[in-house]
């Protein structure tokens, strides 16, 4: 049973498209969150729900809109698709603070041509 | 000044070895830290975490942490080809509301 799930695994898409990531996770932890990865591995927060409430919002583009419908689901959709984009998108979630162990998803290669 | 900082590498140690990684971070205020590992293509997942100073030992892993220096590091006894992966050192900053990452160390564990 996959603890922290993610659609789609690769997303190709031309620039100036919109695109949607979903996750899930069904640790019953009330803490989510995006990661970007980008191409020297560095792995940057996005953004971090707890409860359905956004808590951190890192200096993303607003091009970038997180929603969590639920707290066991924390969707990403970006508009206007941009080549500095391109780089694995992670989900994950915690029991409830950031600092108790982060479960992650198993990644989405976003590549924009 | 980054805020957690790791050499990239890529460490290479022989099978059998003693690997030594190391991180430095800035925030002086920052309590807790972490290593992930993240095998190329997966994703992280967390191997030890250390909230006072001294040492934690869990199996073949040891973390380290001077928070006087700002310094954490992990080491890797007896090193398996298996170990082969990059480490992620990971700090809470900003309270506890947020951990940052470092941009890892690549370790090649030679057979």
């Known amino acids: 049973d996959t603890a922290v799930s993610q659609t789609p695994k690769y997303l190709v898409t031309q620039m100036g498209n919109d695109k949607s990531i979903k996750c899930e996770q069904n640790?019953?932890?009330?803490?989510m969150y995006w990661y970007k990865q980008d191409s020297k591995k560095f792995l940057k927060i996005m953004f971090s729900?707890?409860?359905?409430?956004?808590?951190i919002n890192e200096t993303v583009p607003n091009r970038f809109s997180p929603k969590s419908p639920d707290k066991a689901h924390l969707n990403l959709h970006i508009n206007s698709l941009e080549l500095g984009d391109s780089a694995v998108y992670f989900c994950?979630?915690?029991?409830?603070?950031?600092?108790?162990?982060?479960?992650f998803g198993p990644g989405t290669r976003l590549t924009v041509l | 000044q980054k805020e957690v900082e790791q050499n990239s590498g890529p460490l290479s140690v022989p099978e059998g070895a003693i690997a030594s990684l190391n991180c430095t971070y800035s925030?002086?205020?920052?309590?807790?830290f972490f290593w992930y590992r993240q095998y190329s293509g997966k994703s992280p997942e967390l191997i030890m975490s250390?909230?006072?100073?001294g040492d934690k030992e869990d199996g073949r892993f040891t973390a380290q942490l001077n928070k006087a220096s700002q310094y954490v590091s992990l080491l890797i006894r007896d090193s398996q080809p298996s170990d082969s992966a990059t480490y992620l050192c990971?700090?809470?900053?900003?309270?506890?509301?947020?951990?940052?990452f470092g941009t890892g160390t690549k370790l090649q564990v030679i057979p």
């Open positions: 925030d002086r205020g920052s309590q807790s």
């Open positions: 250390i909230y006072s100073n």
């Open positions: 729900y707890n409860n359905k409430e956004l808590i």
């Open positions: 990971a700090v809470n900053s900003g309270g506890y509301q947020k951990v940052t």
């Open positions: 640790l019953g932890h009330d803490t």
């Open positions: 994950a979630s915690s029991q409830d603070l950031p600092t108790d162990t982060q479960y």
